[in-house]
């Protein structure tokens, strides 16, 4: 019996490190997460999206801080996803090398990481395939900034 869809996280493998046993927790993701600037909380953001999740966070935060983008403008920007691990959900899918990039990341790209050996499947536009971040970052004014995720029902209020 298995009481959430998080059950389903668990491997079937006799000995694998996630089997069902007894005592024994699946891997899971939901990765809530804050930025921090200077030992101050500058923005806590998460998502849902499976194993994406974390690939999805991570481009959102390079795009602030690397392409110092607005809090919306890093949400909205395309994504790609990496399937060359074992997927946390069963039936465990694993296709190395397999990237999924949404339809606005360029042509030249596409074919630049297919060069490098990737398997490229497209997405569409805001595919909730790419996981929905949502956040709240403090700007340098001490304003607050908020981010939707388009690719999912989501969306930003503050007071």
């Known amino acids: 019996m298995i009481v959430s869809t998080r059950g389903a996280q668990l491997w079937t ?3 694998h490190p996630s089997a069902i046993a ?3 927790r699946p891997r899971l993701t939901p990765n809530p997460a804050l930025l921090m600037k200077d030992g101050r909380a500058l923005m806590p953001f998460g998502c849902p999206g499976e194993d994406a999740q974390c690939q999805a966070m991570v481009q ?4 602030l801080v690397d392409f110092e983008m ?3 403008a890093a949400i909205e920007a395309p994504r790609v996803i990496s399937r060359s691990f074992p997927w946390t959900f069963h039936p465990h899918a694993y296709e190395p090398g397999v990237l999924t990039v949404e339809g606005r990341i360029s042509a030249d790209i596409r074919d630049a ?3 490098r050996g990737h ?3 497209e997405l569409p536009d805001f595919s909730p395939a ?3 971040v949502c956040a709240v970052r403090r700007l340098d004014t001490d304003a607050l900034e908020g981010g939707a995720d388009p690719r999912r029902e989501s969306y930003a209020a503050g007071w």
Not at 60 to 63: K, P
Request: charged residues 15%.
């Open 119 to 121: 398997v490229i499947r």
């Open 60 to 63: 959102v935060v390079c795009n």
């Open 130 to 132: 790419a996981a929905g």
């Open 22 to 24: 007894p005592n024994k």
């Open 113 to 115: 990481l297919a060069r």
């Open 13 to 15: 493998t006799p000995g």
């Open 70 to 72: 607005n809090t919306q």
